[in-house]
């Protein structure tokens, strides 16, 4: 697909981008070859091939799940201003 210098002036409108007159060819090729580049991936044959999350074989690492650290919740709600059953009361915003 070519795109012609008022297709380029009708992008540059939507998109709000100003071009000078200098900067229409160059932009008009610039579309137009990207264009052509998406119409070729369209033409590849793509359906024996699987969809894919990530193109490559690959697993998450992991560390083991394991505690590091020893339960402080009572000494961070014992300067709490108010608590309840484990949960900090705050006071309600929305009505």
């Given at each position: 697909?070519?795109?012609?210098?008022?297709?380029?002036?009708?992008?540059?409108?939507?998109?709000?981008?100003?071009?000078?007159?200098?900067?229409i060819?160059?932009?008009?090729?610039?579309?137009?070859?990207i264009?052509?580049?998406?119409d070729k991936?369209?033409?590849?044959?793509?359906?024996?091939?699987?969809?894919?999350?990530?193109?490559?074989?690959?697993?998450?690492?992991l560390?083991?799940?394991?505690?590091?650290?020893h339960?402080?919740?009572?000494?961070y709600?014992?300067?709490?201003?108010?608590?309840?059953?484990?949960?900090y009361?705050?006071?309600?915003?929305?009505?």
């Amino acid at each position: 697909m070519s795109l012609d210098r008022t297709d380029v002036e009708k992008i540059a409108h939507l998109a709000r981008i100003a071009l000078s007159e200098d900067d229409i060819p160059a932009t008009t090729a610039k579309l137009s070859g990207i264009l052509e580049l998406i119409d070729k991936m369209q033409a590849v044959d793509t359906s024996a091939v699987a969809p894919l999350a990530h193109p490559l074989e690959t697993t998450q690492r992991l560390r083991a799940d394991e505690v590091t650290e020893h339960n402080q919740r009572e000494a961070y709600q014992a300067i709490a201003p108010a608590t309840e059953a484990g949960l900090y009361l705050v006071p309600k915003v929305i009505e």
